[in-house]
């Protein structure tokens, strides 16, 4: 039913931008908060960004602040991730997920299952 499909990765150049894209479906997209998280091999995954149910907040991981951006389209029930300025260590697969707020603070995501994700690689 609940579905987390992740887009808009691939290889790009340090200093260079991605947007991706997360198109969610099955649930009330817009009364959740939505997250970013990445995860790279061996570790687990860290939230890299939230944005509340209207948007009108915005939180971001000190790792990323300040070159980062998430946004949400509710009539589209999608959240963007625009990044700018990126660094070799942003490499992750990306994933997105409901939250229960929009902060950064240790909480579960609200959907026990994952996306497939969406794989950056930042390299020369």
């Known amino acids: 039913q609940v579905q987390l499909v992740e887009s808009g990765g691939g290889l790009v150049q340090p200093g260079g931008s991605l947007r991706l894209s997360c198109a969610a479906s099955?649930?009330?997209?817009?009364?959740?908060?939505m997250m970013w998280y990445r995860q790279v091999p061996g570790k687990g995954r860290e939230l890299v960004a939230g944005?509340?149910?209207?948007?009108?907040?915005?939180n971001y991981a000190d790792f990323v602040k300040g070159r980062f951006t998430i946004s949400r389209d509710n009539v589209k029930n999608t959240v963007y991730l625009q990044m700018n300025s990126l660094k070799p260590e942003d490499t992750a697969v990306y994933y997105c997920?409901?939250?229960?707020?929009?902060?950064?603070?240790?909480?579960?995501?609200?959907?026990?299952?994952w996306g497939q994700g969406t794989h950056v690689t930042v390299s020369s």
């Open positions: 997920n409901a939250g229960w707020r929009d902060k950064l603070t240790s909480q579960p995501p609200v959907f026990g299952s």
């Open positions: 099955g649930f009330t997209f817009n009364n959740y908060a």
């Open positions: 944005i509340s149910s209207s948007g009108s907040r915005l």
